[in-house]
Structure formats: structure tokens, C-alpha cells
């Protein structure tokens, strides 16, 4: 009999609150891939006054998230930054390899990229464009690699 007293005195009736209005939201920054490449990038130079490929597979490993947000949260300049931000980071990758110390878990890493964004490229509309700047960047990279095309100093490297 008390369990069921306290049971119910534990109810009490429910008395609507005024709730205020929700109030505006911010606007959400656009992402830009090309300028988060360049701080990242100044600031192992500035750190090390070298490039850590790790963090530059780790830049790499960023790129298809960069290019959904890039292209979705800015439509009129996304596309370039995602693509100025890609291309820098391969263009890292070619001096690497100028200077024979580009490693192969990068150029994986890079290889993995390409094909990642290639398939988000596909997969959302009105991407053409990003896919003609996928292309650039895996011609870049399939020039690096071994004359048989599937190796980098004999070892083999990613392919889709």
C-alpha cells in the first residue's frame, strides 16, 4: 500500500513551460581543403623544416571528407580549393620523389585518396569536374611509379 502511494505521489501533472523561440544558428564556415593543406604543410615546415609524411598521408587520407564538404558547403569556389589543397599535397609528393625520399606508404596513401574521392565524384551529382581533377593528380602520381606500373622501387603500391 505505501509502494503505491509514493508511486503516485511521484507523478505530478504536467504544466506546459512557455519555451522560448530557437534562436538563429550561426552560419557554419565553409571547409577549404586548400588552406587547411597550407597550414598544415607551414607549419611542419616551421616545426621540423621537413614534411612528415605521416602527416602528409594523414592530409591525404582527408581528402574525399574535404571534397563532399569543399563542393557541398560552397559552391561557387569548393571545388577549387578542394582542388588547389589535392594538388599541393601531390605536388609534394613529385619533390619527395625528386629527392628519393618519397616512401611507399605515401604514395599509397595517395593512390587511396584518388580512388576514394573518385568514387564519391561518382556517386554525387554534378561532380564531372572533380573527376577531370582526379585525373590530373593520378597522372601526376602514375608517372612516379616503376616502368611496369604497379610497383615504386619494386614494391607494390595500392591499386583500386
Known amino acids: 500500500m505505501q509502494v503505491a502511494q509514493s508511486h503516485r505521489a511521484s507523478h505530478t501533472t504536467f504544466i506546459p513551460q512557455q519555451v522560448a523561440p530557437p534562436q538563429p544558428q550561426e552560419p557554419t564556415t565553409p571547409t577549404d581543403y586548400g588552406q587547411y593543406v597550407v ?80 568514387s564519391i565524384a561518382g556517386s554525387w551529382r554534378n561532380m564531372e569536374e572533380a573527376r577531370q581533377c582526379i585525373k590530373v593528380v593520378a597522372a601526376k602520381l602514375q608517372g612516379l611509379l616503376d616502368e611496369n606500373g604497379g610497383t615504386y622501387g619494386g614494391k607494390r603500391v595500392y591499386t583500386p
Open 39 to 118: 597550414d598544415i604543410l607551414a607549419k611542419q615546415s616551421q616545426l621540423t623544416g621537413s614534411i612528415d609524411q605521416t602527416v602528409l598521408s594523414h592530409c591525404l587520407s582527408l581528402s574525399s571528407s574535404f571534397l563532399m564538404t569543399d563542393v557541398t558547403m560552397n559552391s561557387t569556389t569548393g571545388l577549387a580549393s578542394w582542388n588547389a589543397g589535392f594538388n599541393r599535397l601531390v605536388d609534394v609528393i613529385v619533390a619527395l620523389h625528386r629527392k628519393g625520399e618519397l616512401e611507399v606508404s605515401t604514395l599509397n596513401a595517395a593512390s587511396k585518396a584518388c580512388s576514394e574521392c573518385w
